[in-house]
């Protein structure tokens, strides 16, 4: 039994003629009362009677097309709301609520969310600022939802494996970053291609922390930092760094080219990593699965 059997039963009931029928459907009148022919064998039954004034239905006729008018119309349907999903799934229209950190949002996200923007103009953003490791620690709260953050391998391990908590998450990494220290352009660390947390520690540090990457941890395992300024936000303290009073660490991902500043990339194998992430039962909707799929493809150009 195929759906255009089906169909041209329907029409034939609603149109009592073979010929007009087969006219209206753009088949040949003998293709059509074979198809005809083949539904009765396989269904068993007959399904028409055929009168010099027309055809009609049979009564094993009429609960067959009775059930068929319901199946077309549910395929129908389907189609038709297939159709619109297809439409939204390219052309998606309603609100990104997206939790970052400021450092982020100033840097690298402010690009993707721009492409993003340009081809899905119809989406409004709404950004939340927030800390990393808060993100991740919190993630039983209801509104913490899909997030982009930067955070070191050691943390992401320690924090994804906390499954009795319900803290468990989903985690997209975009890309791996290095270590850099921040130093004015006349500072002597400018010197060397490549810089040690052991070297480090011996000047002055700003450091601007933001949970998910433990800079104050990871310094103290040579001594013991003088850390001139500990702040959440870079450009209130980057005047300490300009003029050469201590130095500062940043991942490569919120690297401005800017000609205060010198970037030294650090020998220690630290790992830190770019991404996207979310709670392990949240319902992702349809546009952060776009905004995940547009963030994918577009860090894989890069």
Not at 192 to 213: A, F
Not at 262 to 275: E, F, Q, R, W
Request: hydrophobic letters at 40%; charged letters at 25%; a neutral charge.
């Amino acid at each position: 039994m195929r759906l255009e059997q089906l169909y041209y039963l329907c029409e034939i009931a609603k149109n009592k003629s073979i010929s007009y029928t087969a006219e209206l459907v753009h088949v040949s009148q003998p293709a059509l009362s074979s198809a005809i022919h083949k539904l009765e064998a396989e269904l068993g039954v007959k399904l028409l009677n055929r009168l010099r004034q027309g055809v009609y239905l049979t009564e094993e006729g009429k609960k067959v097309v009775k059930t068929a008018t319901e199946i077309l119309a549910s395929i129908e349907q389907l189609e038709h709301d297939l159709a619109l999903s297809k439409e939204a799934n390219h052309n998606p229209s309603g609100s990104l609520t997206l939790y970052t950190t400021q450092q982020l949002g100033n840097t690298v996200l402010s690009e993707v969310l721009t492409d993003f923007y340009e081809k899905y103009p119809q989406i409004s953003l709404n950004l939340k600022e927030t800390n990393s490791l808060k993100i991740i620690s919190n993630f039983q709260a209801d509104n913490c939802c899909l997030s982009f953050i930067a955070i070191s391998d050691d943390i992401l391990k320690k924090y994804s494996k906390v499954h009795e908590k319900g803290n468990n998450f989903y985690f997209e990494k975009l890309r791996e970053g290095k270590l850099y220290a921040v130093v004015g352009k006349d500072h002597p660390l400018t010197k060397h291609k490549h810089v040690s947390l052991e070297e480090i520690i011996k000047y002055p540090i700003i450091i601007v922390e933001n949970g998910c990457i433990p800079y104050t941890e990871m310094l103290k395992k040579y001594g013991n930092p003088n850390i001139l300024v500990h702040s959440d936000i870079f450009a209130s303290s980057s005047d300490f760094i300009t003029k050469g009073f201590c130095v500062g660490l940043a991942s490569s991902f919120f690297i401005i080219p800017d000609t205060h500043f010198a970037y030294i990339p650090i020998s220690d194998n630290i790992k830190v990593s770019l991404g996207l992430v979310w709670r392990e039962n949240y319902d992702l909707d349809l546009i952060e699965q776009q905004f995940i799929n547009f963030c994918v493809e577009a860090f894989k150009k890069k």
